[in-house]
């Protein structure tokens, strides 16, 4: 393993060691570019709706309250019988896996690595469907033939489960058809967004061959373009994964959903934790969607920062591929460069996220977050710098 790539923290956020790594004293002055939440900060209203909310804490949250769900199925045009309220997106990524145990998994790359590790945890095999090139783009067709079970170079065995397994063959070259596709739109990291006709088209393939495609929409509140929520109503093989914690800037909240069909989201409820959505989670579900206001002024701040700072990040001559999401990826060149652009902006008080766990970029990227405009112009003035070095 070559020395850059050694010792990284799996998460770019973990300041403690990333500031140790570089030898910088742990009290290091930072801006942190390196998680995708909303500069706005949490909604004003939240701090005295907490202070009211204490005797929440006193009980246990009601197994019965339909009231969240019914929120979210509002905003959404649905049922609340095709809402799942979850422990944060985590939650809804691992039930997902959950549904499809034992199966055959694609994962549309380089992606949240989360996907992975939860089929890894109900042992599903994992084949990568690497997006090409620089602008990150899906060959459809090679993901089409991939969900029909055929063996070709273009789809990479990357992982397997360690255990022995017995795989239904379909004739020569060929295995079982893909039991679920997970994909991000807007993907994380690359901030590139699948159009809504070539959703289409995976789900009517994977209607086909019983392919579920799981679409984490984490990051879709930022982006201009629409949810796939209306696809519901004609595809039972679509499960949407949707955050509130990026949007509402509450990580440590934890709270996100899964929305499908009512018979996806029955089984996946019984595969659910008990307990697992807190009482203040579960309060706070219908207010924060109400705040109408609140998503206005992000909207507000994103048309002015989502054109504007990458495209003065490509005047000062870095690669960054257009991105319908809250941050941006940076070409450093190479792993080894990458790095030392990553220690460049450390120094200067600027954590940035690394890449190395992300397959396909290897390091060679650097991913920022959009902040506020003082923010983004300290940003703009130290990768400035390090071009003049």
Not at 246 to 269: I, N, Q, T
């Amino acid at each position: 393993m070559t020395s850059w790539i050694a010792n990284w923290p799996a998460h770019g956020g973990r300041r403690a060691a990333l500031l140790a790594r570089f030898g910088l004293p742990s009290d290091h002055p930072l801006i942190d570019f390196s998680a995708n939440l909303n500069p706005l900060g949490p909604p004003a209203w939240l701090s005295d709706w907490l202070t009211g909310a204490a005797d929440r804490l006193a009980v246990y949250p009601n197994p019965d309250d339909d009231a969240p769900a019914q929120a979210i199925a509002a905003q959404q045009g649905l049922t609340p019988e095709q809402v799942l309220v979850t422990n944060g997106g985590a939650e809804a990524i691992y039930l997902a896996a959950a549904l499809h145990a034992g199966g055959r998994a694609l994962v549309v790359e380089p992606t949240f690595s989360e996907y992975r590790l939860a089929c890894a945890h109900y042992g599903l095999s994992v084949e990568s469907l690497a997006l090409r090139g620089e602008a990150f783009e899906l060959d459809v067709d090679a993901a089409e033939r991939a969900m029909e079970g055929a063996v070709e170079s273009a789809v990479e065995r990357t992982e397997e489960r360690t255990e022995e397994r017995t795989e239904e063959r379909t004739g020569e070259g060929a295995r079982a058809p893909a039991s679920v596709l997970f994909l991000c739109r807007p993907n994380n990291p690359t901030g590139t967004l699948l159009p809504f006709e070539t959703v289409e088209r995976l789900l009517a393939r994977g209607f086909e061959t019983g392919t579920t495609v799981v679409v984490d929409e984490a990051f879709i509140d930022f982006s201009d373009e629409g949810a796939l929520t209306p696809l519901l109503a004609s595809a039972p093989n679509l499960v949407l994964l949707r955050s509130l914690t990026k949007l509402y800037d509450l990580p440590g909240l934890r709270l996100g959903y899964l929305l499908a069909s009512p018979s996806l989201v029955r089984r996946a409820r019984d595969l659910q934790m008990p307990w697992s959505v807190n009482a203040l989670a579960l309060g706070l579900v219908a207010p924060l969607l109400a705040d109408t206001d609140y998503l206005s002024r992000t909207r507000t701040w994103l048309a002015d920062v989502r054109p504007g700072v990458p495209e003065a990040v490509r005047a000062l001559g870095y690669a960054v591929p257009a991105t319908q999401a809250n941050f941006m990826l940076l070409d450093g060149g190479d792993a080894a460069k990458a790095e030392a652009l990553f220690a460049f902006l450390l120094r200067r008080g600027l954590l940035s996220r690394h890449t190395h766990n992300f397959p396909g970029l290897d390091g060679r990227w650097l991913r920022l977050a959009l902040r506020d405009s003082a923010d983004n112009a300290v940003l703009l003035e130290a990768l400035a710098a390090w071009r003049r070095a």
